[in-house]
């Protein structure tokens, strides 16, 4: 069992970058492929990237990459996404899961699940 804390949203500029942070317990931090996901207003939540326990593997849904960085630090039992070019359309609560599976985008793949953190990007 893990348990997940995302922090580092907040209200921020288009054009301004942020980055995320993931913070992990329970369990071997480096056992779990770690997914991240958003969900904006009135939308269904939608994959956006995932990172295998190693961290040497990456994998991002279509149109992510590029503005979208994912990492991961096992010593301090941390992954991040960075989000680089902020833009009105990436507003939404982003939330990290753990994952026993690599690659994988579907919801139900994902055992545990942090709160979410809000990023609000301004025009």
């Known amino acids: 069992q893990v348990q997940l804390v995302e922090s580092g949203g907040g209200l921020v500029q288009a054009g301004g970058s942020l980055r995320l942070s993931c913070a992990a317990s329970?369990?071997?931090?480096?056992?779990?492929?770690i997914g991240w996901f958003r969900q904006a207003p009135g939308k269904e939540r939608e994959f956006v990237a995932t990172?295998?326990?190693?961290?040497?593997?990456?994998y991002y849904a279509n149109g992510m990459r590029g503005r979208f960085t994912v990492a991961r630090d096992n010593d301090k039992s941390t992954a991040y996404l960075e989000i680089d070019k902020l833009q009105p359309e990436d507003t939404g609560v982003y939330y990290c899961?753990?994952?026993?599976?690599?690659?994988?985008?579907?919801?139900?793949?994902?055992?545990?699940w942090g709160q979410g953190t809000q990023v609000t990007v301004s025009s």
């Open positions: 899961a753990a994952s026993r599976i690599y690659p994988v985008a579907g919801i139900p793949h994902y055992a545990y």
């Open positions: 329970g369990d071997t931090f480096s056992r779990w492929p």
């Open positions: 990172i295998s326990g190693s961290g040497t593997q990456t």
